[in-house]
Every structure is written in structure tokens, then in C-alpha cells.
T-cell receptor
Framework: KAGVTQTPRYLIKTRGQQVTLSCSPI?????VSWYQQTPGQGLQFLFE???????NKGNFPGRFSGRQFSNSRSEMNVSTLELGDSALYLC???????????FGQGTRLTVV | AQKVTQAQTEISVVEKEDVTLDCVYE???????LFWYKQPPSGELVFLIR??????QNEISGRYSWNFQKSTSSFNFTITASQVVDSAVYFC?????????????FGQGTTLQVKP
């Protein structure tokens, strides 16, 4: 099976712009979660989608949003980018329940 | 509150030494799962192990072993005869509560450097 694919791998955006990141989960997995990783805050949960519905949300401002399509692919969007949004964004794919999550290589976002 | 603490920020060992990475967790849920992930420089998190709260059996996989003790809320990870390829950041994570099946709470990570 192919692994979790995230695109793009690297992005440079200007403060105030918006950005969309994409994640294709492992075939058959219906759960997709997103995480932000920064040196200061570590790995933090953004949100989870399961069968096109947001099932859980972390403590992030409304500028961070996401969606999931019928083929389980997911996108996350960050609007009005701030310098502090610079981070590695990781997507995780799971089967169901408390199954282990498999991660993509991430998208490194730099906001200048 | 749910929390994972990895007190060791960085560990440096010489190849072939054994090393133990500590993980302490907090949760009030009786059903929970614990995980260990490895993050090499390439960035992706590599799954190593999952353990549920009802199974306190220790596990061994090759040079890796895990010690789960509910009495001390710890889930420690030992690498025996470490190798340079083991150099990475290691994360312990917790998933707890029926409404949080897709949410992992991570510790701050332990950077392991194995020197030749």
C-alpha cells in the first residue's frame, strides 16, 4: 500500500496570505488528522476528519480550517497567515478506533 | 487533563550502549492507548508501538523493548545495543477517551544521538 502523501513538501508564503495543504491517506483509511510541529510548542493536534466530518478539534484559532472529501483526501487551510504559523504540518492517516496513526512527511511552511 | 511528559530532552550515547527513554502520562480515562514514534531528520513520524491500558505485558521487538507500568503511569522505551541509525527524535503519545480516538497527545520528544 502507498503511504500517506502530503503536498507540497515546502511552501513559502507572505504574512497575510492564505495557504492550502493537501493530504492523501492510506487507501482504505477514513480518518485523517492534522498536527502542527514547532520547536517551541512541539506537536499539537489541529483537527481530525472521519468520513468527511470533523470529529475533533484542537485549540487553534478559526484561521485554521480543514475538510475531507469523499475519497478521504483532506485539505487544511490557514488564512491570514502570521509569522508564528511557520511550522511543519503533519497529516496522519488511521483506520478506525484507536488504531495507530501513520504519518506523511509533512509540509514545511515558512511565513515571511 | 491529559498529558505526556518526556523529561529527557537530549540523550547522547556511544554505539552499542543500551539506552532508555522515559515517558510518563496522565489521564483519568480507564481506556487509553500509548504510542511511541520515531522522527528521523526527514520529518515523518514512524510508528513503533501501540499499547492499550488493559495490557501491561512488556514487549520486545528486536533491539527495542517497552516497559508499561500503570502503577507509575510510565511507558518507557529501551534500545539495546544502540546503533548510529537509531539517532532521531522519539515521541511518546497518548490517546484517551472515546471521543478522542483520532487525537494524539505528544510529549515534547527526546533527541537521541548515537555516536560511532
Amino acid at each position: 500500500k502507498a503511504g500517506v502523501t502530503q503536498t507540497p513538501r515546502y511552501l513559502i508564503k507572505t504574512r497575510g496570505q492564505q495557504v492550502t495543504l493537501s493530504c492523501s491517506p492510506i487507501s482504505g483509511h477514513r480518518s485523517v488528522s492534522w498536527y502542527q510541529q514547532t520547536p517551541g510548542q512541539g506537536l499539537q493536534f489541529l483537527f481530525e476528519y472521519f468520513s468527511e466530518t470533523q470529529r475533533n478539534k484542537g485549540n487553534f484559532p478559526g484561521r485554521f480550517s480543514g475538510r475531507q472529501f469523499s475519497n478521504s483526501r483532506s485539505e487544511m487551510n490557514v488564512s491570514t497567515l502570521e509569522l508564528g504559523d511557520s511550522a511543519l504540518y503533519l497529516c496522519a492517516s488511521r483506520d478506525q478506533g484507536f488504531a495507530e496513526a501513520f504519518f506523511g512527511q509533512g509540509t514545511r511552511l515558512t511565513v515571511v | 487533563a491529559q498529558k505526556v511528559t518526556q523529561a529527557q530532552t537530549e540523550i547522547s550515547v556511544v554505539e552499542k550502549e543500551d539506552v532508555t527513554l522515559d515517558c510518563v502520562y496522565e489521564t483519568r480515562d480507564t481506556t487509553y492507548y500509548l504510542f511511541w514514534y520515531k522522527q528521523p531528520p526527514s520529518g515523518e513520524l514512524v510508528f513503533l508501538i501501540r499499547r492499550n491500558s488493559f495490557d501491561e505485558q512488556n514487549e520486545i521487538s528486536g533491539r527495542y523493548s517497552w516497559n508499561f507500568q500503570k502503577s507509575t503511569s510510565s511507558f518507557n522505551f529501551t534500545i539495546t545495543a544502540s546503533q548510529v541509525v537509531d539517532s532521531a527524535v522519539y515521541f511518546c503519545a497518548l490517546s484517551a477517551g472515546s471521543s478522542n480516538t483520532g487525537k494524539l497527545i505528544f510529549g515534547q520528544g527526546t533527541t537521541l544521538q548515537v555516536k560511532p
